[in-house]
């Protein structure tokens, strides 16, 4: 972790502060280790605290280190009194905090500047290190192995889009993963042109369309993945709509590599649906960044921001057919210099379940 506290340190003169506190759960894990409910870090150019209550003071002794561990539940009024002689002039907070937090801010360091910083911590997150890479691609093999189970699962006329997600949870679970990484979207038929079409108690019947997007928490870091199936027997336009989301998902792992710009990666996608003709049915992003959270920065529009070698992107293109059916297909992609590396193995050819 002390290499993550570094590049906090050295971020600290770009973002105008002196010190920075980081009340966010994630943002703290990442930065010392510690996962519970109660934490508060402050981190100078002299200093390196963390505060925690009773709960979590042993918890915090055995997970951190090259942090002062101090035990509180006054954490602002104890970190103003430790900093009083300290010569700081502005101070940056997490800007998602709750007005009644903010108003004990505004009360506690009367004496400094305090600066809202916006995805501050969550920004040196984006790139991952090899350790996070790795849990993210254990994460990622989990929720193959899940999908690959609930083929022989799903019962045509009697499987009920919620057992399906059920089905998904546990066996995840049973994979070694903590939990879902968000609700899971199981959406059959009419349904699956919902793009967040989350799971329902609607049976699956032959001549539909089926999408899961789902994933998982695997020690702390999560997987997205999205598989489209079809029931029964395909149409000829089904066939199509699959091959032209697949070739679009495709072109973009063909393409992603470090260097290029966030416009250029929904673009890239993109552009191979609107060729096809169902530009005005792609209707959301190509994707976003994932590890501590499902979604993370970087977001992908009209930036000419690069992405970077170590970022973990999502690559969902999608066709939503209204009152018919949908197709979406996503991965998770490592950047690296030279291309990219796809984590999730699952197949992607369109597969027709009888």
Known sequence: MKHRVQKVEA?????????VLVTNLKNIYYLTGFWGTAGTVFISKNRRLFLTDARYSLLAEQAITG???IETRSALAEIAKIIKDDKLSVIGFDSEVSYAYYQELTATFTEYRLLALTNFVEKLRMIKDADEVETIRHACQISDRAFLDV???IKPGQTT???VANFLDFRMRKYGASGVSFETIVASGYRSAMPHGVASDKV???GEMLTLDFGCYYNHYVSDMTRTVHIGQASDQEREVYEIVLRSNQALIASAKAGVTYRAYDQIAREVIDAAGYGAYFTHGIGHGIGLDIHEVPY??????????????TDEPGIYLENKYGVRIEDDLLI???????LTLAPKELIVLN
């Open 204 to 206: 699956i019947q032959r």
């Open 67 to 69: 942090f002062d561990i």
């Open 11 to 19: 971020a600290l003169a770009d973002a105008g502060c002196d010190a």
């Open 151 to 153: 083929l022989d699962f």
């Open 161 to 163: 889009e919620l057992d």
């Open 336 to 342: 690296t210099e030279d291309g990219c590396e796809v």
């Open 300 to 313: 992908f529009g009209k930036s000419d921001d690069t992405i970077k070698a170590g970022m973990v992107l």
